[in-house]
C-alpha cells in the first residue's frame, strides 16, 4: 500500500492579487533579458515601451473608476470622517512598519512606530484618532522592498504595474510578502476584506485629488516625471537624508545619492490596493 501526498503550490498561499503583480514581474524580467535594442534607451527604464502602455491603461483605469469614486468620497464624506479612515489604515500599516524598521536596525524608528501603534490602538479607538501625533510620535513608513533595498539588494528595472502603479523589480517581488502581512489581508469574509480594500484605494487617491491636478498641469512629460519621482522617493526612504552609511546603486551600476529630497509623489504612484505605503 502506498501513500500519496500533495504539496501545495507556493503561489497558492500568497494572495490573488500579489501572485498577479508577480507573474507580471516575471514577465517583466523575461522582456528585459531579451535584450531588445530599443528597450536599451535608458538603463534605469529598460522596459519604458511597455510601462508606458501599462500606464496608459492605469490613467484610463483612474479617469473611469477611481478619481470619480475619490472625488465623490471626498465631497460626500465629512473630512473629520475621512481623517479617521486616513488614520486606521495608517494605524494598521503601523505594525508592519514596525517590524522592517527592526529588520532594517533602525532601531528608534522601530520603536517610534511600536509606540504609535499602542497609543493609537489603545487610546486613539483603534487607530481612528492619531494621539501619537500630539505627543510628537513620529510615524515611519517602512515596506519589506526597502528592507531588501537597506540589505543591499539593487532596485531593478523600473516597473509599471497593472492597477498598481510605478515599482521595481525589488519591490513587486516583495510584495507577496507586504500583502500577506497586511492586517487586511487577515479579515474574513472575502467579502469584507475586498471591501476594505477599496475603501483604503478611494481614501488614498482622495488625499492625492490636488497632487494629480499639479502634476497635470506643470508635467511637459507626465510618465517621466512620475518615474523619476518614484524612484527618487524610493531612494530616500531607504536611505534617509540625515544617514550617510549608504547609497543604492542604480540598475546602471552608477551610485544613486540618497540625500536629494524628493519631489511630491504623483498619484499614479499609489497603487490601489496598497498600505501603501
Not at 16 to 21: F, P, Q
Not at 29 to 52: H, I, K
Not at 138 to 164: N, S
Request: aromatic share 8%; charged share 20%; with cysteine.
Amino acid at each position: 500500500m502506498t501513500t500519496m501526498t500533495t504539496t501545495t503550490p507556493i503561489s497558492r498561499l500568497l494572495p490573488r492579487g500579489a501572485r498577479a503583480a508577480n507573474l507580471f514581474a516575471m514577465a517583466a524580467l523575461a522582456f528585459a533579458l531579451a535584450g531588445c535594442a530599443s528597450f536599451n534607451q535608458n538603463p534605469r527604464d529598460p522596459l519604458e515601451p511597455m510601462n508606458r502602455e501599462v500606464t496608459k491603461f492605469n490613467e484610463g483605469v483612474d479617469s473611469i473608476l477611481l478619481k470619480p469614486a475619490a472625488t465623490v468620497y471626498k465631497k460626500a464624506v465629512p473630512a473629520m470622517v475621512r481623517t479617521g479612515v486616513s488614520n486606521f489604515f495608517g494605524n494598521l500599516g503601523d505594525a508592519w512598519s514596525f517590524v522592517n524598521s527592526a529588520l532594517q536596525f533602525k532601531f528608534q524608528n522601530a520603536a517610534e512606530n511600536f509606540m504609535r501603534l499602542n497609543v493609537n490602538t489603545f487610546f486613539g479607538l483603534g487607530g481612528i484618532l492619531d494621539v501619537a501625533s500630539e505627543f510628537n510620535i513620529e510615524r515611519h513608513r517602512e515596506d519589506f522592498g526597502q528592507t531588501l533595498g537597506r540589505w543591499g539588494v539593487p532596485a531593478g528595472p523600473y516597473i509599471v504595474l497593472p492597477l498598481l502603479g510605478p515599482s521595481t523589480l525589488r519591490d513587486t517581488l516583495a510584495l507577496p510578502i507586504d500583502r500577506k502581512a497586511d492586517p487586511v489581508h487577515q479579515v474574513d469574509p472575502a467579502s469584507a476584506r475586498n471591501s476594505l480594500y477599496v475603501l483604503h484605494a478611494v481614501d488614498v487617491r482622495s488625499n492625492l485629488l490636488r497632487v494629480g491636478s499639479v502634476i497635470d498641469e506643470a508635467a511637459l512629460d507626465k510618465y517621466s516625471f512620475t518615474r523619476e519621482a518614484h524612484l527618487q522617493r524610493r531612494r530616500a526612504e531607504i536611505f534617509e537624508s540625515k544617514e550617510s552609511d549608504g547609497e543604492e546603486p542604480k540598475a546602471d551600476g552608477t551610485a544613486a545619492t540618497p540625500n536629494a529630497p524628493p519631489p511630491a509623489a504623483p498619484a499614479a504612484s499609489q497603487p490601489a490596493s496598497a498600505p501603501a505605503r
